[in-house]
């Protein structure tokens, strides 16, 4: 319905979630090649590369995969199983901006694209799209509009623009936000601090 409600001049990805064996993979791929998504996103979990890499070459859609990847030497078998044709990057998951640079890095030495992942918070969202920003090879980076035009707000100080499908970061120290003070106090807020 959606293909067909905007034509060709929308980009639509498919998420998988990680719920899929090879063959069932291969087969909703199948069913989904007339309608040209952009990509499907973690069909199969990416712990077994050569699952991935099977999915892979049984569809012409392009595998991309996956912020479930959490450090750059998983995002390697990934790359050297040929299993992905654009590596996602989760900045929070795979312990900060300087691993998923690697990551990108990665992809680039590869000739592939990298997508930064959001849905993990505003802080992750902006420091995503600071990534983003400085590696020549980003795709894209993810977005969930109900979020950054609902409750990221809530929580930082600062969000970035976002116009016609382009992202601007917020300028100022660090990543240009802060954590709302009146978060802290908040009553459904927990508050653990570590040595």
Known sequence: KIRDAVGLDMEIMMEGHGYWKVPPAIRIAEALEPYKP????DFIKPDNPHSLAELRNATSIPICGSEL??????????????????????????????????????AEAANLPFVAHDCTGPVTFIA??????????????????????????DLVTELP??????????????IGTQLREELFSRADTTVRESA
């Open 69 to 106: 990847a959490l450090t750059r030497y998983h995002a390697r078998e990934l790359l050297e199983a040929d299993a992905v044709d654009i590596l996602m990057t989760d900045v929070t998951w795979t312990g900060g901006i300087g691993e998923s640079k690697r990551i990108a890095a990665m």
């Open 38 to 41: 952009m990509w499907l996103e």
């Open 128 to 153: 995503s799209i600071h990534l983003s920003i400085h590696c020549s090879n980003a795709l894209i980076q993810e977005s969930v509009r109900a979020y950054y035009r609902g409750f990221y707000g």
């Open 161 to 174: 623009r976002i116009e016609e499908g382009f992202a601007w970061a917020p300028e100022g120290p660090g």
